[in-house]
């Protein structure tokens, strides 16, 4: 007996020590001042972020999306699997963005739902989500060729208003559409507030006639200068060299070939397409290759050599380092099948959570302690004994969701107040076997063994119960339920684990190795 007890008194503190020790990361994280959080490298804090209880989108404020994935322009056999390859490709970028826990499910057959705990900038998140991240290579047309086609473009919407005037022709320009572009830097640019307008004579018919059929018209990232702000205008071969589908890593930087406090992005091609690299880099020695991120030009560097290593670099321009530390993950990640579009936004503010974690602890608090209040007034010192189980359990719980990174959301919290009251269900049944035995004129001895034995099967059928009911919660419920499930589950657990081995340890003590013959129970 007495060896059985060392065993289990050993196992007991074995278990709440990993407990403690496992809460302390949360401990660490949620003392930590803003300065603290400066101080600390990306590293530190992502890895004690990772060991603590991650919360809930209720509980720390984020975003709540709901994106419907666009089939109109895909293929039938396309369209059959586009919502799970973007589900896939959102997650990838998700969690290269660094969010802790998001949920991210398929809800019916074109909807994607995803919530993001603890997202501050959240245009910064929706742009990453939503970019499509087609990724093209493409040359740049010769710049002769490139004159003579939009010098033709001129000449036809010239003429075209020439005879709609009539005789009257002193107020027309001659030039209705290069007027609007000039020369800065070696490249076609037109100021920003002009774009509307160039994209109107673009989309004309009599423009895109005129537009060779392997040719095609795009604007370039806008750049500004001094406070100016214009867009390139590139004409480029309609065929891609290449595309995303061949990078293998994307890295954003700092330096680029013209200037060294540049943003940029170094793309590694994979082992496949580093051949036909070096190929079509070989083959266009001296001419413009056009780097294009969903139509729309990123850089267009001359190609001084053939490139062998299959290394190539996006130029940012004037785009922050997050900028391209976000392309950077898109392209990682790969271009989603088909556009997604944002049906439904919410935000949940950190005020908000914050109030939801004091509410719950409040709940938590008050309930505890009618509940320890009941136990140690019904059943005095046992009701104790009862209660030091209860905030075992509570450790357990607490330590059991920060190891396996489950998420505590609101509903979680409300999942802990049941499992309290489990817990203190298995004591009351516990102790009212014994009182029973005790009256019958048994030892306390043969009470305490006998009261066991017949509410242990009690406990187990309506533990399991409870615990398949959970089961089921989580595995056909989503979100909040889930987290309710969660907590449910492991606190029914915990619950038994306390109430059948650590009060029955106690007991067990108290008789065999403190001689008590007379328990207040």
């Known amino acids: 007996m007495k060896k059985n007890l060392r065993w289990k008194a050993l196992l007991i503190l074995l278990l709440t020590s990993v407990a403690l020790w496992q809460l302390h990361y949360t401990w660490r994280l949620h003392r930590l001042t803003p300065e603290d959080k400066r101080n600390m490298t990306e590293e530190e804090l992502a890895r004690l972020h990772d060991k603590a209880i991650h919360l809930g989108l209720d509980l720390q404020g984020g975003m709540h999306l709901v994106l419907q994935v666009d089939h109109s322009a895909l293929s039938e056999e396309e369209s059959k699997d586009a919502t799970d390859r973007a589900l896939e490709i959102l997650r990838n970028r998700i969690d290269q963005f660094g969010v802790y826990e998001p949920s991210i499910e398929k809800q019916g057959g074109d909807r994607i739902i995803i919530q993001l705990p603890g997202v501050v900038d959240r245009e910064r998140a929706k742009a990453l989500i939503g970019k499509t991240a087609l990724l093209e290579f493409k040359i740049v047309e010769e710049p002769e060729r490139t004159n003579q086609i939009f010098q033709e473009i001129d000449e036809a919407l010239h003429k075209i208003e020439v005879e709609a005037s009539g005789e009257d022709t002193l107020n027309l320009a001659p030039n209705p559409f290069l007027s609007f572009l000039f020369n800065f830097g070696g490249d076609l640019v037109a100021n920003n507030r002009d774009k509307s307008e160039v994209e109107k004579i673009l989309s004309s018919e009599e423009t895109k006639g005129i537009i060779p059929k392997d040719l095609e018209i ?158 140690l007034i019904y059943y005095n010192l046992s009701g104790a004994v009862a209660i030091v189980a209860l905030l075992l359990n509570l450790i357990f719980l607490f330590a059991i969701l920060s190891a396996f990174r489950a998420t505590l ?87 038994f684990f306390t109430a059948i081995v650590f009060t029955r340890l106690v007991f067990d003590f108290a008789t065999s190795r403190l001689n008590v013959k007379k328990l207040r129970i």
């Open 218 to 375: 795009s604007w370039g990232n806008e750049v500004v200068v001094e406070g100016f702000r214009y867009r390139p205008l590139y004409l480029l071969k309609k065929k891609a060299e290449l595309t995303g589908a061949a990078i293998q890593d994307a890295r954003a930087g700092i330096g680029t070939n013209d200037n060294p406090n540049g943003v940029k992005v170094d793309l590694t091609m994979s082992r496949e397409a580093r051949s036909l690299w070096a190929a079509i880099t070989g083959a266009n020695v001296n001419r413009r290759l056009a780097i294009v991120l969903d139509n729309t030009v990123y850089s267009a560097p001359i190609i001084r050599e053939r490139i062998r290593g299959g290394v190539s670099q996006i130029d940012m321009g004037n785009s922050s380092i997050s900028d391209a530390q976000d392309l950077a993950i898109v392209l990682r990640a790969g271009a989603l099948p088909a556009p997604v579009i944002l049906i439904e936004e919410r935000s949940v503010g950190p005020s908000l959570g914050k109030d939801s974690i004091e509410k719950g602890i409040r709940s938590v608090l008050w309930g505890g302690a009618l509940v320890l209040l009941f136990m």
């Open 409 to 495: 959301t609101l509903p979680g919290i409300a999942g802990i107040i049941l499992t309290i009251g489990i817990a203190v269900d298995a004591n009351v049944l516990i102790f009212e076997r014994i009182r029973e035995e005790i009256r019958s004129g048994k030892t306390l001895r043969t009470a305490i063994d006998t009261g066991y034995t017949l509410a242990f099967r009690t406990i187990l059928d309506s533990n399991v119960t409870t615990l398949l009911t959970a089961l089921i919660l989580y595995w056909f419920g989503t979100g909040p339920i889930r987290g309710f499930a969660v907590t449910l589950s492991i606190g029914i657990i915990c619950s």
